[in-house]
Each structure stands twice: as C-alpha cells, then as structure tokens.
C-alpha cells in the first residue's frame, strides 16, 4: 500500500500536460495543412506574424537539412532517449514540484509531436512565422514552443527557483 501510495504523489500525472501538448500540436498541424499552401505568408498580425507553411527536414533553424534521412531517423532516436529520461526524472519529481514537473512535461510533449510528424512525413511541419521588415525568425511550430517554453523554465528555475522541496534529486 505503501508503494502504491507514493506512486500517486509522483510527478507523472504531469504527462498529462505532454498529452495535450501532442494533442494541440498534432491538432493545429491537421488544420493548417487543409487550409494553408505552402511557403505563402498569411498576415495575422501584420509586420510582425504570419501563418506560413514550412516543411523542416532537419531540426532547429534547418539544421541537418541536407541530409533528411539522417536528420529523420538521429532527430527521431534524439526524441525517445530525451523523453525517457525526462519521463523518468518526472517519475522521481513529487507531483506537487511544478517548477520541475511542469517544464518536463512541455519538453516532453514538444519532442514527441515533433517525432510524430518525423515518423509520419519524414520532415516536421511548421507554421508560425515572426518577423520584422526584412528579418524573419524561421517558422515553428506548437511543439517547438513547448520544448523552447520548457527548456528556458527548466534552465530559469534550476537558476532561480526558491523553496524547492529538500530531497528532490
């Protein structure tokens, strides 16, 4: 009873925030490809974010591009291993330690949507475009800014988070 118990106080339950993530993500993609043809910009705040459609056979900023194969299948063994581990760090993080759980959970709900399109199309699609006159930020994606959200809460609040739980490894 004992175990079951402290199963219950672990920070799993937070893969529930993954799930949605995966969930909007894979949602949002669904629609824009019915709706938008791609590489053409679709204003919705004008001179600063467009809908424009994008394909990424590579990672971050077309990284690896080039070489899609290559890119598909190291950014689809990235994905898992990263997302094992983080899962396994949720498990050992008590449930109620948000400042752990919560960026976790946003890393590991990007990484797996973005392995979804991998496995699916071979590239991740992209969408949201920022930019300013001439200067454009590469287009992303929901899950692209879960992982980004994330990783700058995990790395903000490993800095600069007060009273975390003592034991917490």
């Known amino acids: ?9 672990r920070g799993l339950i937070w893969l529930l925030l993954s799930a949605l993530v995966i969930v909007l993500d894979q949602f949002t993609k669904h629609v824009v490809l019915g709706v938008l043809q791609p590489f053409v910009p679709h204003p919705v705040i004008p001179g600063f974010l ?3 459609l994008a394909f990424n056979t590579g990672a971050a900023f077309s990284f690896l591009a080039d ?7 190291m950014f689809s063994v990235i994905a898992v291993v990263v997302s094992g581990v983080l899962a396994r760090w949720l498990a050992k993080t008590p449930r109620d330690d ?16 973005n392995l ?20 454009a930020f590469p287009a992303f994606n929901v899950a692209d ?8 809460l995990l790395v903000a609040f490993g800095l600069f988070g007060h009273g975390r739980h003592e034991g917490v490894k």
């Not at 009873?1 to 106080?9: P, V």
């Not at 070489?67 to 299948?73: C, F, I, V, Y």
């Not at 979804?116 to 200067?135: A, E, K, N, S």
């Open 98 to 113: 948000w400042r752990s759980a919560l960026p976790l959970a946003l890393v590991i709900g990007g990484a797996l949507g």
């Open 116 to 135: 979804i399109d991998r496995l699916r199309f071979g590239h991740v699609t992209d969408f949201i475009q920022v930019y300013y006159q001439q200067w």
């Open 50 to 52: 467009n809908w424009t």
């Open 67 to 73: 070489h899609p194969e290559l890119a598909r299948w």
């Open 1 to 9: 009873m004992t175990a079951n118990l402290s199963m219950r106080h």
């Open 145 to 152: 800014s879960a992982i980004s959200v994330g990783a700058v």
